[in-house]
């Protein structure tokens, strides 16, 4: 469960202070990954490419302690549990959302992946993590090609944000331009760079698992 800290008690104490009310605190981050290693797992496995896509994004974020931190109306909250948000096509053809709790073991968030996007495709009900767990929010606009996106500053959802599009093929490797969202009292660019550099490297360890 996550509980209230005082700013003043964290690493993120000046960073609170400049930038919780600030009139646009989010930062974007646009960077191109090489998502080889992850579409060889997912062809060889036969795995879902967001699913891994997802995978790594919690892996990524975990050892970094700012993602446990986040700002929630005019308080700090520090939370135990990184649960990364997916959007699914439920069977009326719209989309809803879906949280899937982060874990180290492939197979146990592929089962809950599955399990917990099929429910909510069926039942067009949300599946909402936010009140237990730091949500890391995901977009895949897979029907065209992006170089990134910016999100929107709502004062609401402060939560950090991954969009990306199609990947793209050049000889035997492929890329995906990604963008990356986060609310400066979260975190800084450094904490943003590390968490991009650590996902490039969880894709590239995938062929290990």
Request: aromatic residues 10%; glycine residues 6%; proline residues 4%.
């Amino acid at each position: 469960m996550p509980i209230e800290v005082n700013p003043k008690e964290t690493s993120r104490a000046a960073a609170y202070e400049l930038w919780m009310r600030a009139p646009n605190p989010m930062v974007t981050f646009f960077k191109t990954i090489d998502v080889t290693e992850l579409i060889r797992t997912s062809r060889k496995r036969k795995l879902k490419f967001n699913m891994l896509m997802d995978y790594c994004i919690g892996k990524a974020a975990a050892p970094v302690n700012e993602f446990y931190l986040l700002p929630v109306g005019d308080k700090l909250m520090q939370f135990d549990t990184i649960a990364v948000n997916t959007i699914v096509k439920n069977r009326t053809g719209e989309v809803s959302s879906c949280d899937i709790l982060f874990t180290d073991d492939l197979e146990a968030f592929n089962h809950d992946y599955l399990d917990h996007t099929g429910q909510v495709a069926e039942t067009c009900v949300d599946r909402d993590l936010s009140s237990d767990s730091m949500v890391i929010g995901t977009s895949a606009i897979i029907n065209t090609s992006i170089d990134g996106a910016v999100g929107m500053n709502s004062g609401i959802f402060n939560n950090p944000f991954m969009i990306w599009g199609k990947y793209r093929k050049k000889f035997f490797r492929y890329s995906l331009p990604v963008s990356f969202q986060f609310h400066h009292t979260q975190m800084d660019g450094t904490h943003a760079g590390r968490f991009l550099e650590n996902l490039q490297k969880e894709i590239n360890d995938l062929r290990k698992r």
